[in-house]
């Protein structure tokens, strides 16, 4: 049987960038289909799914953190993405967004194969209550991780979510995006 030739590079900064990459590509999107429809594309910047969800510049700015800072956790050992800037014109999210690409972009394969293995012990905040997260409250909470499981099990699944949740906003805003723009530029082996 055939060893997994993975490594903790191929395991997050390519996967990071592919989907990073498609959500710059709907940012774009979404200017070129405001332009034409006559859209309010900084009313994009507050639009929510449900009441009770985050609205988009949310979901754009923890993407980021996750794939930026969650690679940053591991080289580092600490979790600390820059405070919420909160709304902002989407012309700005559009740069956050490319900033995260050239700042993934700039991290090398021995580099972060460097980090693999080691313990990576992160303090996150968790609701007191997961039922009524909004009302109860929030408190420490240490994981203890190694990078392949942080990555694999806290920073991707965060960032496919607020990935998602954004695709999500600007479908229902009539944006023209289908689950190709979504998955970005495949990674395939050459033929």
């Known amino acids: 049987m055939a060893r997994l030739a993975t490594s903790l590079y191929d ?7 592919q989907t990073a990459r498609a959500v710059g590509g709907f940012l774009d999107r979404t200017t070129k289909h405001c332009a034409e429809t006559g859209a309010g594309l900084e009313e994009v910047v507050k639009a929510r799914l449900f009441p009770d969800m985050a609205p988009f510049h949310f979901q754009i700015e923890a993407l980021t953190h996750h ?41 090398s394969p021995d580099e972060v194969n460097s980090w693999s293995g080691k313990n990576l012990d992160i303090e996150i905040y968790q609701p007191l209550d997961v039922d ?18 942080f990555l694999l099990s806290y920073s991707l ?19 023209p995006l289908g689950k190709y723009h979504f998955q970005g530029q495949l990674r395939t082996r050459p033929i």
């Open 67 to 107: 794939a930026v800072w969650g690679m940053e956790a591991v080289k580092t050992g600490v979790f600390a993405p820059p405070p919420l800037v909160g709304a902002m014109p989407f012309a700005d999210l559009q740069k956050m967004a490319g900033h995260a690409i050239v700042a993934l972009e700039a991290f």
């Open 132 to 149: 009524n997260p909004t009302t109860s409250g929030w408190v420490p909470r240490t994981l203890a991780l190694t990078p392949e499981t």
């Open 11 to 17: 395991l997050s900064v390519p996967t990071f960038l």
């Open 157 to 175: 699944p965060n960032f496919y979510f607020h990935a998602v949740t954004a695709y999500n906003i600007l479908r229902t805003r009539g944006v």
